[in-house]
DNA sequence: AACAATATTGCAAGCGCTTGCAAAATGGGA
DNA sequence: TCCCATTTTGCAAGCGCTTGCAATATTGTT
C-alpha cells in the first residue's frame, strides 16, 4: 500500500523547540498552554503540514468520534433526505459519520454493528433493519450508544425514535371520509416493519369505527414499483375503492401515475390518494400529494442530541421519544 | 463519556492460553498460526465478545480501512444513488465509508480533505466541489489516493473519472433535429462546474453547426424549482422554444411540469425536452424523460478499483477515465 | 533414527498520541 | 525584595495492536 509518512506530533515539537506534550496540549482544546508555546506550535505544525492524528488520539481517549450510520435503500428520497441531515448535525457537534450500506444479505445489520465496534464508534444510528438482541447488548455493555428510528425495539437501551404512525392512520381517513370517501383501501409492501404496519393498524381501526369499508393489500419492497403493482390489483377490483392511503409516498407515486395515466382515473375527483413522507417529488405538481410529513430535522435534532449528552444525565433522560408527522395538504383529496 | 471498556487481545490471549501474537495472527489474514491456536483463540475471542481494535490496528499498519466520500446535496437523486454504490461497493473490498457533508460554506471541501487526513483515510473521493491544490497535494504526500468524479481537475495525482459531456451534448442536438425541432434551448443552472458546462457547450456547437437557433439560460441550483424557473423564462419569450435540454434531470421535471401544467404546453408534441443523470424520476409515467445514464455503477467501479490497486502498478494505471453516458430514449421527444 | 527444512510461537519494540505528576516558570502581594 | 499561589512545562507510562527476529515444535527424507 501507498508508503504513508505523515508528520507526527515530535517532528513539531522539534521544529518548534518544545516537548510533544505541548504539541498534544495546543491541539486539545481546554488544555493549558501560553499564548507562546501555542504560537510557536501552530507554526511548526502549519509549516510541516501536521495534522492530528485520530486514531491514536481515538486509542488514547477511547472515543474515536466515530457515529456509525447504519443504513439500506441509501438511493431513496426519504432516506437520503435523513442522511443528509445526521450527517450535517453530527459534524456540528464534531462527529464524523462512518456510513454503512445495508442493502446485501440477511444479518447485515449485525455485521454493521460489530463493524462499529471494531472501529470503537461512539454511537451507532440504525435507519434500517434491526439488530439481534445480542449484538445490541454487546454495544451497549462496550458504551456505545444506540439509537433506532421508527424501529420499535422492545430490548432497552437504545433511544427509541418513533413517529405516531397508528395516529397518521386514523387522521387520514378522517380526512377521507370528509372528501365524501366511503370505500378505503390501504396500499402497503410486504416489509411488514412496525412503522408500516402502524400506519395500516390505525387506518383500518379508524375506518372500520366510522362503518366504512376497507381492505388492504401488500406487495413487494416500498418503492415505486409496487405503487404500481398495488395500483394494478386495487383498481380492476369489481368494487373499486374511492380512497387509498400509501404506505410511503414511492409508493403513491406509483400507484398515482398508474391511476392516471393507465387506468384513466381523475385523482381526487374519482379517487383520493394520500401518502406517507413527505418525499421531495410528493410536491412536485404532477403529484401535489397529501402526505404526513416525517419531521427528518427533528429526528436527526434527537439523535445527535441525545449522542452528545453526558453518561450522567443518561438514566434521567427519556429513551424513547415520539414525534407527529405533520399532515401536509396539498391536491390529492378533494376539498371536504 | 460513557465508560467503555472493550476486551483486550490480551485477556483473549490470557483466557486461550497463548501469547498475544497468536490472537493477533489470528485475526491477521494470511497470518501463520495451526489450526489448534486458531482455534483456542476464536473461541476465547467468542466467549468474551471480543473485536479487533480497528483505531490501534491501523495505527501500526498504517493503514485505516477509511475511505473519504466528500459531497454535498446528498439527498439528490443523482448523489444518492452514486452514494448507493460506492458504499456497497467499498465494503466488498473491505473498505469503509466515512461521509462527509459539505453542504455548508465555502471551503468545506478543503475542510473535510483535512478530516480524511486526521483519519488517516487511505483514501477519498471527491463528488462534490473541488479542493484547493495545496490540500491536494497534502493528501497525495500523505500516501492519500484521490479520485474525483465530474471534477475536471487539471492538478496531476488523482484518478479523475469524467463523462463524455460535450458529446453529450452534441448528440442530443442530432435527436432534436430529427424531430424537426429548429429553436433550440439549454437550460442550465449557475453552478457552472465543468460537467454542466461541457453539456452547455457541446450542445450550443451542434447547434450552431447545425445552423439552428440556439439559446441559453442559466439559474440558481441544479434542481427541480430552478426547472420551473427557467420553464417560466424561456417559454414567455416571444420567440419559444421548441426543444431544450436541460443539464440534469431535476431540472428537466421542473420544466416539463411547469411546461404543462402552468403553460399547457404538450410534451412531446410541442416541445421536445432532454436531461442528464438518468434518475429513477425520469422512468416515472408522468415524465417519460429521454435523458442521459450516468453510468453510476460503473463509476463506483472504477473508483474502487483503483483505490485497492497495488502503489507499483499506479505509475502505469491511467489517471484519467472518461465514460459515455447512454442515451436513454423515452418520451420526451418525437419520434423522428 | 538422525537431520534438515519448514511451520509455529513468544518476545519485545514501537505506531502516535494523551495525561497524571512533579518540576520549573510566572505573577502578585506584603 | 521575598514568598506563596498559580500556570505552564516536560517526563514517562501506557492505549491495543502488529511484526521482525530468534527460539521452539513439527514434519518429511534418507
Redesign the interface.
Known amino acids: ?6 508528520v507526527s506530533a515530535l517532528e513539531v515539537a522539534q521544529r518548534a523547540g518544545v516537548s510533544r506534550s505541548a504539541v498534544s496540549r495546543t491541539f486539545t482544546p481546554g488544555a493549558s498552554v501560553s499564548a507562546e508555546t501555542r504560537k510557536k506550535v501552530t507554526d511548526a505544525a502549519e509549516a510541516l ?1 501536521y ?6 488520539r ?2 488514547m481517549r ?3 468520534g ?1 457515529v456509525c ?1 447504519v443504513v439500506s ?5 426519504y ?3 435523513l ?2 441531515e445526521l ?2 448535525k453530527l ?1 456540528n457537534v464534531g462527529k ?6 445495508t ?2 444479505s440477511d444479518g447485515s445489520v449485525d455485521r454493521a454493528l ?2 462499529a ?4 464508534a ?1 454511537a451507532s444510528i440504525i435507519l434500517s433493519g434491526l439488530p439481534d438482541a445480542s449484538i445490541v447488548r ?1 454495544c451497549l ?5 444506540l439509537v433506532l428510528i421508527n424501529r420499535d425495539d422492545e430490548e432497552p437501551g437504545p433511544l427509541k425514535i418513533n413517529l405516531d404512525d397508528f395516529e397518521a392512520g386514523e387522521r387520514i381517513v378522517t380526512a377521507f371520509a370528509r372528501a365524501g370517501c366511503r370505500s378505503l383501501a390501504f396500499a402497503n409492501s410486504e416489509a411488514g416493519t412496525p412503522s408500516l404496519m402502524g400506519r395500516e393498524h390505525g387506518f383500518v381501526a379508524a375506518a372500520r369505527k366510522l362503518g366504512l369499508e376497507v381492505s388492504v393489500e401488500r406487495y413487494g419492497w416500498t418503492g ?1 414499483e409496487a405503487g404500481r403493482v398495488l395500483a394494478q390489483r386495487l383498481l380492476t377490483r369489481t368494487q373499486r375503492p374511492d380512497a387509498v392511503f400509501c404506505a410511503t409516498d414511492l409508493l403513491a ?2 400507484f398515482m ?2 391511476a392516471r ?2 387506468f384513466g382515473i381523475g385523482v381526487p375527483q374519482q379517487l383520493c390518494l394520500a401518502g406517507f413522507d413527505d418525499i ?2 410528493a410536491s ?4 401535489g400529494l397529501t402526505t404526513f410529513a416525517q419531521p427528518v430535522a427533528e429526528i436527526a435534532s434527537k439523535a445527535v442530541e441525545w449522542l452528545s449528552t ?2 450522567a444525565a443518561d438514566n434521567i433522560l427519556q429513551h424513547s421519544v415520539r414525534l407527529t408527522a405533520e399532515l401536509i395538504w396539498r391536491t390529492s383529496i378533494r376539498a371536504g
Open positions: 500500500m501507498p508508503p504513508k509518512d505523515f503540514g495534522h492530528v492524528n485520530e486514531l491514536a481515538g486509542l477511547n472515543e474515536s466515530i450510520l435503500d441509501v438511493a431513496t428520497p432516506r437520503s433526505a442522511l443528509r450527517t450535517s459534524q464524523v459519520a462512518m456510513l454503512i450500506n442493502d446485501r460489530s463493524q465496534i471494531r472501529y470503537r461512539d454487546l455493555k462496550n458504551g456505545q450508544r415505486y407515486c406509483g401515475d398508474t395515466h393507465q421531495e417529488q412536485w405538481s404532477s403529484y453526558s453518561e
